[in-house]
């Protein structure tokens, strides 16, 4: 057996292992064919993010825990800042696919801030403007005709809650430019980041995606970075989902982040709990009936309505799960600091010990 074959078995046999994990593999029963992302699922193995290492480490109880995140499916996020997109993300999908060209990789792209969101208020210069074209290019060359699943530019150009943006319609003919470059590649499923119920108005959010280029992308992702509840997040796709058909724009399907909502709450009952406390690092759960803080939602699956007693859904909203909801997707990353800064093995140890979700 060659090392390649072997190493591929041992990664296997640790997903198997792990107690209750839920991915999204064989298409489930009454799954419908036209969803891109139904069959198997890859699991990356590197040191994006830091959890398989921590997993590989650790033993006993530990081991498990650390599991519930390493071992299943969970979005990169790559950014202006992320050294040599082409390497990087080469990389990554190497490590997730592990020779398999059939396997879902799954990933975010921020580009539209090259100096974060604080210089939101400076214009994009015409040098910012090729630049930002030249890197999608280098993305979808790097992706190829390989399978993903791409988030694309959460929170689109915002002139809305968090600040002013200088130049928004420039940074939404950017994101345009990314929508239909991405979305022309064989087997890459696109889907525009819409914000979350507790952030914008449905009808704020259907313009947004359509000045972004929702017409080239199968749909929107939501709950991204935000712990809204599924039934909320539902409601939200349904409302964004028919306003756009309104428009011009039927059939559009979202994913729904559940990485950190097994708790649910709003931007706005945060900021009464804990006024003190940042809301892009907020309080994981210590206590599984603790509430108003992070825990691992339900995991990544296509089979998104064998969730619906457990969310408490009601009859309305298990329709419009079944209608407009393609899967639930790991995006956001509780186990880091700011979603984004330091890998915390404290944080992910308590999102995973105190998840109502096996």
């Known amino acids: 057996m060659s090392l390649c074959s072997l190493t591929q078995r041992v990664l296997a046999a640790s997903v198997a292992a792990v107690v209750g994990l839920t991915l999204a593999s064989a298409p489930p029963a009454g799954a419908t064919p036209a969803n891109p992302l139904v069959g198997n699922w890859g699991v990356h193995t590197g040191k994006w993010d830091n959890t398989y290492p921590a997993y590989q480490h650790a033993h006993g109880h530990k081991k498990r825990l650390y599991g ?5 499916p969970h979005a990169a996020w790559f950014t202006a800042h992320t050294h040599s ?33 604080a210089r939101r208020h400076v214009p994009l210069t015409a040098a910012d403007q090729a630049a930002y074209r030249s890197w999608m290019d280098t993305v979808a060359q790097t992706i190829g005709n390989r399978r993903v699943m791409i988030i694309l530019e959460p929170d689109l150009a915002l002139d809305a809650p968090g600040g002013h943006t200088a130049d928004p319609a420039v940074r939404l003919s950017l994101v345009r430019y990314a929508a239909q470059r991405l979305s022309s590649l064989p087997n890459a499923t696109v889907y525009l980041e819409a914000g979350a119920p507790d952030w914008l108005k449905a009808s704020t959010a259907t313009q947004l995606l359509i000045d972004a280029g929702i017409g080239y992308t199968r749909g929107f992702a ?14 939200y796709a349904a409302a964004i989902a028919s306003g756009l058909a309104a428009r011009g724009y039927p059939g559009k399907t979202a994913v729904l982040d559940t990485a950190d909502n097994g708790h649910p709450f709003t931007y706005q009952r945060y900021r009464k709990h804990h006024s003190h406390k940042s809301f892009l690092t907020p309080i994981t759960c210590k206590r ?49 600091a700011g979603n984004g800064k330091s890998f915390s093995r404290k944080r992910l140890l308590q999102a995973a010990r105190t998840t109502p979700f096996r």
Request: hydrophobic letters at 35%; proline letters at 5%; glycine letters at 6%.
């Open 288 to 336: 599984k009936r603790q509430r108003v803080c992070v825990t691992l939602g339900v995991p990544p699956t296509t089979n998104v309505t064998a969730y619906s007693r457990k969310l408490h859904l009601n009859a309305t909203q298990n329709a419009r799960l079944a209608t407009y909801v393609d899967a639930f997707v790991w995006v956001g990353r509780p186990w880091r």
């Open 222 to 235: 939501l709950g991204g970075t935000h712990h809204t509840s599924v039934g909320a997040d539902v409601n």
């Open 68 to 72: 519930k995140v390493a071992l299943r």
């Open 85 to 117: 997109i082409s390497t990087s993300l080469e990389r990554y999908i190497e490590r997730t696919q592990h020779g398999d060209p059939n396997k879902l990789v799954q990933f975010a792209l921020f580009r539209q801030w090259p100096d974060r969101e």
